[in-house]
Each structure stands twice: as C-alpha cells, then as structure tokens.
C-alpha cells in the first residue's frame, strides 16, 4: 500500500509541476513584422482598388455620354475617397482588436 508520507511527496511535486507550467504556458503574442506587412498590403489594395473602380465607372459614363474626361476625373476622386474611408475603417478595426488584445493581457496580470 502506499505510505501517508509518499502521498504528501506526491502533492508536493504536483504542486510544483504545476507551477511550473503556468510559468511557462505560452502567452499570447504580439502582433509580427509579417501580420503588420499584410495590413499594409491589406490598405494599399483598398486604396488602389477605389481608384480601380472609380476609374472605370467614370471612364465608362464618359464613352457612353461621350462627355470626355469630366466623368473620369470626378468618379477617380470619388473612388480615392471611398478607398480613403474604407482604410480608416480597417485601421479603427485594427486599434480596436490591438486594445481588447492589451486589455486581456491587463486582466491577466
């Protein structure tokens, strides 16, 4: 049968184990060099993409009113400005995830 003493050695050395590995279990990290590049790439696709898209639109009322680049021009200002918008929205997503994870990492201390 198993001695009373060995089963306080037994406790002692799960208790041990166990601080030990909530010392080393991993931690949440922080945001890499690669997940900041893809946000990056992430906003200049958004930007290039409303100047894209308001390139063509405007380019396509002007050849079916034949009103030349009046069209173009404004519709390539209006797709700047929405792909403007559309870049802060992301950013704002972004600062919002970057403060709930720092919040989290508060709580947990």
């Known amino acids: ?59 396509g009322l002007d050849a079916l009113f034949g009103t030349s680049p009046f069209l173009m021009i404004i519709f390539i200002f209006l797709g700047f400005a929405a792909g403007i918008q559309t870049m802060m929205r992301s950013a704002k997503e972004v600062q919002r995830e970057q403060e709930a994870a720092q919040a989290a990492e508060d709580d947990a201390h």
């Open 1 to 59: 049968m198993t001695d009373p003493d060995d089963t306080d050695r037994l406790k002692a050395l799960e208790a041990k184990i166990d601080a030990v590995k909530e010392v080393h279990s991993p931690k949440p990290r922080p945001q890499d060099a690669h997940s900041q590049a893809q946000l990056a790439w992430r906003m200049v696709i958004e930007l290039v993409a409303g100047l894209g898209i308001g390139f063509g639109i405007g380019y």
